[in-house]
């Protein structure tokens, strides 16, 4: 589950080496690997390895090699010359008997297989000249595709495209995952990815302490709430969801629903005089206040059973929102702040951060989209492809003072700490109107069960995914939290509770 940047695994290289073993006997095993993953893709025909001048290179020309012993058809093609490489590159080359073909376009043809041996993680450079020419005609070939480490062209720690990529099949990386093989557009180029073992072990990241991971329940088990038979609902918590007016009262009933769903014990929502028939009229198992000012608000969260809520679905944008969530943070409620509650602060981000750091006894949780996540962090471009969303939300997080949550289909939520996650399980037809409101609500559920902010946001942003792959195509907001009990069902059988 821990994702390492293309400097730790460096540094897990190293370490093992320091330990005993030899770079070489790391490059023969990483080359095995792949040589048997390839014998899985294509049981027949010859195979090409396109090798780079560096150790990725020395990882094919071991996999070229193993092959060959095996009674295939293989040939290389070698992007420089084979009296050039050195270290363990030179090593892999000398075991490798066979000829090195010219590195160009034509040298790849149609074989049943190509061996991606190119650049590997540690590309920060676009890709120009013969290397993109060739990488051009292997996705124009129409071969399957076996990368090894992390498609070339793709940045290990980004995950962006460095001028032009390769469209792999499946991608055999070592160790551990790196953050190009969960972050889009790079995952799309990765196919299916295969995380094989070289003989590194795990005690080396008791040394490199890293801190991000993939999004999954291993992760965050032992943080997910279970309720105890002699347990009640006000053991759960009490969310509340501040709700719009009239023509805006949808957003936090999806979020009250999906708080609910999540395992609050009891939600209510706050909702304006002009809403309240209309809100009435829907709810059933959510309760109802009456609130209409901010001042309201406040002294609504004064009973301090109230210990977890959501603003901004539906509020909208202004004075009213701003001090909507002053209140909340005032209140020491652990607060979700959506939608509305960003864009009301985006003339003026540095106040919400002032008032979150100030509110020592509120948990925030702020969940913008690639939309609204410039309102509040507007120097953080995502169309710099060297700096990767990854970096982006660890750096909102510092300076906001919250665990920032910036949804898409590679959802990323990072702490203040520096812990981050990224979720790789969002189907596509999750991205839908209202799809937010109940992961707001999510949060908020999970929240007010006093699970640990992080936490809560990470295995609400899991659910989310889950619930959306439940639901299937087709899928509308609505069904997300109907779909939730499935989603707990399995999630229990996995961690072995009986319900």
Not at 154 to 178: D, L, P
Not at 413 to 432: K, Q, Y
Not at 450 to 467: K, Q, S
Request: include cysteine; proline fraction near 6%; charged fraction near 20%.
């Amino acid at each position: 589950m821990e994702i390492l940047t293309t400097t730790e695994m460096e540094r897990a290289d190293l370490l093992t080496i320091s330990s005993g073993s030899s770079g070489f006997a790391l490059m023969l095993a990483a080359g095995r690997a792949v040589a048997n993953a390839a014998m899985d893709l294509v049981e027949e025909g010859p195979i090409l390895v396109v090798a780079g001048a560096g150790n990725n290179g020395g990882d094919g020309l071991i996999a070229a090699t193993e092959l060959l012993a095996k009674g295939r058809e293989v040939s290389v093609i070698l992007l420089g010359e084979r009296d050039a490489l050195k270290g363990d590159a030179a090593l892999a080359a000398r075991e490798w008997k066979g000829p090195v073909f010219p590195f160009h376009p034509q040298a790849i043809k149609t074989p049943a297989l190509i061996i991606d041996a190119l650049f590997g993680a540690g590309l920060n450079r676009p890709v120009k000249g013969d290397a993109q020419a060739v990488i051009e005609a292997i996705n124009q070939s129409g071969a399957p595709v076996l990368s090894i480490d992390l498609p070339s062209g793709i940045s290990g720690n980004t995950g962006a495209i460095m001028g032009v990529a390769i469209r792999a099949r499946e991608t055999v990386t070592f160790f551990r995952r790196k953050p190009g093989h969960l972050l889009l557009p790079g995952r799309l180029n990765c196919g299916r990815v295969r995380v094989v073992d070289i003989g590194i072990d795990d005690q080396v990241l008791q040394e490199i302490h890293p801190a991000t991971f993939e999004n999954c329940p291993e992760w965050w088990q032992a943080a997910f709430p279970v309720p105890r038979i002699d347990g009640h609902k006000y053991g759960r918590g009490h969310a509340v969801i501040v709700s719009g007016g009239l023509g805006a009262s949808g957003a936090a009933r999806l979020a009250g629903r999906g708080a609910l769903r999540a395992g609050a014990g009891l939600v209510t929502v706050a909702s304006p005089r002009d809403a309240l028939a209309v809100n009435a009229a829907a709810l059933t198992a959510i309760m109802l206040r009456t609130i209409d000012t901010p001042a309201e608000f406040a002294t609504l969260l004064t009973d301090r059973r109230f210990n977890a809520c959501v603003i901004g679905p539906g509020a909208g944008v202004g004075h009213r929102t701003r001090e909507l969530v002053h209140a909340g943070l005032g209140a020491g409620c652990s607060c979700v702040l959506d939608a509305d509650a960003l864009t009301s602060f985006a003339d003026a981000p540095d106040r919400l951060f002032e008032a979150i750091k100030s509110a020592e006894d509120s948990q925030v949780v702020l969940t913008p989209h690639e939309g609204e996540f410039p309102r509040l962090f507007s120097d953080m471009s995502n169309k710099n492809p060297l700096r990767s969303k990854l970096e982006r939300v660890r750096v909102a997080a510092e300076r906001s003072g919250a665990v920032v949550l910036l949804k898409g289909p590679d959802t990323v939520v990072a702490s203040p700490d520096g812990r981050a996650t990224i979720a790789a399980n969002a189907p596509p037809w999750l991205a839908t109107a209202g799809a937010g409101d109940v992961l707001s609500g999510f949060i908020a559920g999970l929240l007010a069960q006093r699970v640990p902010t992080f936490e809560a946001t990470c295995i609400a942003v899991w659910l989310h995914g889950e619930a959306g792959s439940e639901a299937g195509p087709g899928l509308i907001a609505e069904d997300l939290p109907e779909v939730l009990p499935a989603v707990f069902r399995r999630l229990y059988d996995e961690f072995g509770i009986e319900y």
